[in-house]
């Protein structure tokens, strides 16, 4: 893997800030907080450029630290689909923990300019061996994701684009949406095909559903994003279709 560095940028004490606030890290002593300081990898990547890759051997851990970073998997036919879309102080490639054979377990794209951090998995192992507080946490955290996963892959399994669409819109509103007033703006910049990749569907099937809200008037789109003109109407809908 290629790491890249914004030119120039040093390590700051703001790396330590950001550990603090990450979930697996919360509430550690910080003499574990600065060990873990001193290996980590700090990545500037582009909108568009690719992080790591499903089909390459799994080397590490992944913390957003700004920007968004969607996970793609490959179908057989090249067919790609969003598994899902991680904030700042998200971590992704978890996955590679205690699996030293295994490839990453999906691609990781930017969807917005960003730095990435990255320990590799023998420093983050070595140190979940050595504080028992932190190695909870990461189960913790872990089994959440497994749980928000499991639901995930039982919608788009289960529900009609309809429903699909608007459970997601709900989501992505919990995770990045700005509240102003009764209005809900998703500040994530995701094309048609984007969102449908990540409800499993068409493009088209998509954008007849976001026909309907915007002529229901429940949504609006501008620059990619999309806006929840009326946030009790829209729950109000969403419970309808439930």
């Not at 582009?46 to 790591?52: A, H, N, S, Y």
């Not at 990781?108 to 990255?118: A, I, N, S, T």
């Amino acid at each position: 893997m290629t790491v890249k560095t914004r030119p120039g940028h040093t390590r700051e004490a703001s790396i330590e800030n950001f550990l603090s606030r990450v979930e697996i890290f919360k509430n550690l002593p910080k003499e574990t907080t600065r060990i873990i300081n001193k290996r980590i990898r700090k990545m500037y990547f582009k909108k568009g450029e690719i992080i790591m890759s499903e089909f390459e051997k799994g080397e590490g851990v992944f913390f957003v630290h700004s920007g968004t970073v969607k996970l793609t998997k490959q179908d057989d036919d090249g067919n790609e689909m969003i598994v899902c879309i991680k904030k700042k102080g998200d971590i992704f490639a978890e996955a590679c923990l205690f699996n030293s054979d295994t490839n990453y377990p999906a691609t990781g794209v930017m969807l917005q300019d960003g730095e990435v951090y990255f320990l590799r998995t023998e420093d983050l192992e070595q140190e979940l061996m050595a504080s028992p507080e932190m190695a909870v946490q990461m189960i913790r955290y872990m089994s959440g994701q497994l749980r928000e996963m499991t639901s995930i892959m039982r919608d788009i399994a289960l529900l009609d684009v309809y429903t699909k669409t608007l459970k997601t819109m709900e989501r992505l509103a919990g995770q990045f949406g700005e509240t102003r007033k009764n209005k809900v703006f998703i500040e994530l910049p995701l094309t048609v095909q984007e969102f449908a990749s990540l409800i499993g569907t068409s493009r088209e099937s998509v954008s007849r559903v976001f026909s309907k809200l915007k002529k229901d008037g429940l949504i609006d789109i501008k620059n990619k994003k999309i806006i929840i003109l009326d946030w009790c109407k829209f729950c109000q809908e969403r419970l309808k279709n439930i």
